[in-house]
């Protein structure tokens, strides 16, 4: 299964509220997790089985979606935000998408 | 406290073996149920799965490099490995190592860069 995130850049401010796109090439069965990668960090799981929170990551992360099309959204973005966000599918393969590098305007 | 770290020779050869080691704590690989996956980054770039190994011994490799890939695990030293043959330029890249429960990342290692290079 291919994953294409949009956009592939998103500038927003401090408060707005942000959302990633992520779409399957085939039906991926609510097998899709989050992934948030900050500047010269290991990658770090935010969101798995589409909505659930992983233990420790704020409240203002949540997921969504079904079929081909999943969803991050970040209610109020904190400047601590800024990272590049991977989605990741683990339906059929196991396979990340290309990333949406997140900035502050 | 779960952490892993990655080891590796940092630089190599074109056509040789590139090895690598992840040492970890926190928990064992012969509990039901837990994983080691290896994810590789080119610099700039996306992430891709290379190869798990469970708890039972079951091992599951990327098939894009499938026949190059070997991983293996030490479970009485917290210990995983993985082997990439025949490297080339492609295979520069920080290789992570990670925590895998259900088929998810939920730890990982700080990451070991590779360059390969003549």
């Known amino acids: 299964i291919q994953l294409t995130q949009s956009p592939s850049l998103l500038s927003a401010s401090v408060g707005d509220r942000v959302t990633l796109s992520c779409k399957g090439s085939?039906?991926?069965?609510?097998?899709l997790a989050w992934y948030q990668q900050k500047l010269g960090e290991a990658p770090k799981l935010l969101i798995y089985?589409?909505?659930s929170l992983q233990t420790g990551i704020p409240s203002r992360f949540s997921g969504s979606g079904s079929g081909t099309d999943y969803t991050l959204t970040i209610s109020s973005l904190q400047p601590e935000d800024v990272a590049t966000y991977f989605c990741?599918?683990?339906?059929?393969?196991?396979?990340f998408g290309s990333g949406t590098k997140l900035e502050i305007k | 406290q779960v952490t892993l770290k990655e080891s590796g020779p940092g630089i190599l050869q074109p056509s040789h073996t590139l090895s690598l080691t992840c040492s970890f704590s926190g928990f064992s690989l012969s509990t039901y149920g837990m994983g080691v996956s290896w994810i590789r980054q080119p610099s700039g770039k996306g992430l891709e799965w290379l190869a798990s190994i469970w708890w039972n011994g079951n091992t599951y490799n990327n098939p894009s490099l499938k026949s190059r890939l070997t991983v293996s695990k030490d479970t009485s030293n917290n210990q995983a490995f993985l082997k990439v043959t025949s490297v080339d330029t492609a295979d520069t890249a920080t290789y992570y190592c990670?925590?895998?429960?259900?088929?998810?990342?939920?730890?990982w290692g700080q990451g070991v860069m590779v360059t390969v290079s003549s």
């Open positions: 089985n589409t909505n």
């Open positions: 085939q039906n991926i069965n609510n097998y």
């Open positions: 990741y599918q683990y339906n059929n393969g196991l396979t």
């Open positions: 990670a925590h895998t429960f259900y088929n998810n990342y939920d730890y």
